[in-house]
């Protein structure tokens, strides 16, 4: 697999594992069917071959409210001698209940199935599977194993039983089970990831990492979920992760996939030294050559605040690929922290021209032109940004602050940071910005307990969650507690030198620290973050 392909493949991947996840689109032939349906249910609402097949639809959209409501409906309808289009139904139902993980409802419709087709392969490991997640483990393991006597090379039963086995800790069972499952198919990227769940219930991360690089090196269809799994781990299991790919380095030292997955890892821990050393790596012995090496490296030097040698790296960035809008938002940042905001401004536009609707892009332009003097048009740049992303608490933060710092509307200040509390984040969320929007709406007290919250329940794999409490606890005037958080992310890797020494706006930032002693005093004691 070439870069350009990889780099995909792992933007993909930390989009499957952020907090906020988008909808499917909608495809127009889908549209067309839906609204097709609707209007035959419109004459009749209790028509059940209508109403099974929406259901049907709204499954494939993952819709699976309306896919179950569809589905129940139908089989209400449904005439009783029509037993055909009633197993069919039940099916379906049973495929939207594994889906919303309601268990003992999909037993009860698959216990009807498998009576009318107990050799049904499909629906033994349907079954078989939720038993297992209800904690049924000796029902589950006869479903699995009547699935060997239909298939005794059937790698889901096996998998199936390795896992039931880890449940009823019999680990070198499953040990042995998990390995007979790959040796059926070893060129298979997916049976290693199946290895890779069990070795990971057992507890065994560095296995489930070796399983996880072998699945993305046989680049057969599993790299994306492969790599999705690998970043998921490295949040709970950072070393381990980074260990298993030095080790497949160690194996194949001229392979530049394995230094970029590792640079792409460790970027997105703030560990921004050791991806640069990798980035180089692969551009200085020519085992790669993509433009997104020195965009990434421009952002890795922003970061750092090694401002002139990111500028350079974007610029060669752009050179070679001018129609890339996010590498003119890149350069819109670093001009910013140049001071030099026009430049920042023509930056931002430019990736507008490109991609007229980039978030990023509308942002970069909003905080190039405060320093101009132009906020009226930031204002309108942002709110153009909230309609096309309307649940993003940042913009919506951004937005209350030029109103209420810069135009002076403090009623629609109030209105746009009263939009963040009522955006679908989990309360104790850091990036929901929660607490910096009841801050702005002098909210204080509220600010500061559901901070408290988030540092209580958040996994902090890299410092970030204790970086917005010290910005937070500066904003709120707590100092003390601030500086306890600034040395708490700084010890878990927080290197982001940009953050820390020069990021400023809308309050959501460590400002007022920076004039105190005690914050350069703790910053060089980390400085081995940063150089």
């Known amino acids: 697999m070439n870069l350009r392909n990889l780099i995909t493949s792992i933007a993909l991947a930390f989009t499957l594992t952020q907090t906020m996840t988008a909808q499917n689109a909608v495809s127009t032939d889908t549209q067309v069917m839906l609204n097709a349906y609707n209007a035959l249910l419109d004459e009749d609402p209790r028509d059940p071959e209508i109403l099974f097949r929406r259901a049907g639809e709204y499954y494939k959209l993952n819709d699976y409210v309306r896919a179950f409501d569809d589905v129940n409906n139908a089989i209400t309808f449904l005439p009783a001698d029509d037993a055909d289009t009633r197993l069919q139904a039940l099916a379906l139902r049973a495929n939207i209940l594994m889906m919303q993980h309601k268990y003992e409802q999909a037993v009860a419709d698959l216990d009807v199935l498998i009576q009318n087709n107990p050799d049904s392969y499909a629906l033994l490991y349907e079954r078989g599977t939720a038993l297992y997640e209800l904690g049924k483990y000796k029902e589950a393991r006869t479903d699995f194993n009547q699935m060997l006597r239909l298939n005794p090379r059937s790698q889901e039963a096996t998998i199936g039983l390795a896992r039931v086995a880890v449940k009823e800790n019999n680990l070198g069972v499953a040990n042995e089970l998990a390995d007979r499952a790959v040796a059926y198919s070893p060129q298979a990227g997916f049976i290693y990831l199946r290895r890779a769940s069990v070795r990971s219930l057992m507890g065994n991360d560095q296995g489930a990492v070796d399983d996880y690089i072998t ?17 998921a781990l490295s949040r709970t299991n950072y070393p381990v992760v980074i260990a298993g790919l030095t080790s497949a380095i160690s194996k194949a030292p001229k392979n530049g996939m394995y230094y970029f997955i590792r640079a792409m890892i460790a ?21 790669d050559s993509y433009p997104g090496l020195n965009a990434a490296l421009a952002e890795c030097y922003y970061y750092l605040g090694r401002y002139d040698i990111a500028l350079l790296n974007i610029d060669y960035a752009i050179g070679a690929t001018p129609d890339n809008a996010q590498y003119y938002v890149m350069k819109s940042r670093i001009k910013r922290a140049l001071d030099d905001n026009e430049a920042a401004l023509e930056a931002a536009e430019k990736a507008l021209e490109k991609s007229p609707e980039l978030i990023e892009a509308l942002v970069a332009k909003a905080l190039a032109q405060i320093p101009l003097g132009q906020s009226a ?18 913009i919506a933060i951004y937005r209350g602050w ?50 408290e919250r988030v540092l209580d329940t958040a996994n902090d794999y890299d410092g970030a969650v204790n970086y917005y409490a010290a910005c937070l606890y500066s904003q709120a005037g707590l100092l003390d507690r601030a500086f306890r958080c600034m040395e708490a992310s700084l010890e878990k890797g927080y290197a982001n030198y940009h953050n820390w020494t020069r990021a400023d706006e809308a309050d959501l930032n460590c400002a007022p620290l920076r004039s105190d002693p005690r914050f350069k005093t703790i910053l060089d004691s980390y400085s081995r973050l940063f150089k």
């Open 215 to 231: 699945a993305i090196s046989l680049d057969d269809g599993s790299t994306s979920r492969a790599l999705g799994e690998l970043v």
């Open 267 to 287: 970027q997105g821990h703030c560990n921004y030294l050791a991806a640069i050393a990798d980035y180089d790596k692969i551009i200085n012995e020519n085992l």
């Open 377 to 394: 048009d930031a204002s309108v740049a942002l709110s153009e940004a909230a309609m096309v992303e309307p649940e993003n608490p940042e």
């Open 402 to 451: 030029i109103l209420r710092d810069y135009r002076k509307q403090d009623k629609n200040a109030t209105r746009a940071y009263e939009r963040v509390l009522d955006m679908d984040f989990d309360f104790d969320n850091v990036r929901s910005l929660r607490g910096f929007a009841l801050l702005a709406l002098d909210r204080k007290d509220d600010g500061i307990k559901w901070m």
